[in-house]
C-alpha cells in the first residue's frame, strides 16, 4: 500500500531519531515537541490524555485516520507519537491530507470530524 507525503514525513522522523512512540515516553520527554500524532482508534482516555499533552507542550495535535499509527511507526500497539524537530513536523503538517487532520478543540471522533 502506497504511503501519503506526510505519513514518508513520519518514517523519516524515525529514521532521523526524532520520533517518539507512547504515552509514557511522550509524558516523560523533557525536550522541545513541535507536534503530537495520534491514532483516531485510541482510546477516550487516551485522546484526552493526548489533548493535555498538547497543552503542556504548546504544539498541535494531528489525528490520523484510515491508517493506524502503529502501521506508519511500525511500532506494535503505537497510539501516540511525538515529533521532536521543528522543520519535519512542519512538513508533517503541510503534507497532511485526508488521512491526518490538525486537531482543532472538540472531541476527536473515528470517522475524521472533529
Do not use: H, W
Not at 25 to 53: G, P
Not at 60 to 87: F, H, Q
Amino acid at each position: 500500500m502506497l504511503k501519503s507525503k506526510a505519513e514518508r514525513y513520519v518514517g523519516l522522523c524515525m529514521k532521523a531519531g526524532k520520533l517518539t512512540c507512547g504515552f509514557n515516553a511522550v509524558e516523560a520527554e523533557k525536550k522541545r515537541i513541535y507536534l503530537l500524532i495520534l491514532c483516531s482508534s485510541a482510546s477516550d482516555n487516551a485522546k484526552k490524555s493526548a489533548q493535555k499533552l498538547k497543552n503542556r507542550f504548546g504544539c498541535e495535535l494531528m489525528v490520523i485516520y484510515g491508517t493506524l499509527l502503529e502501521e506508519v511507526t511500525g511500532k506494535p500497539n503505537c497510539k501516540l507519537a511525538a515529533v521532536r524537530d521543528k522543520n519535519l513536523a512542519d512538513a508533517i503538517m503541510s503534507a497532511a491530507d485526508d488521512n491526518m487532520k490538525i486537531y482543532s478543540g472538540g472531541i476527536v471522533q473515528k470517522d475524521g470530524r472533529d
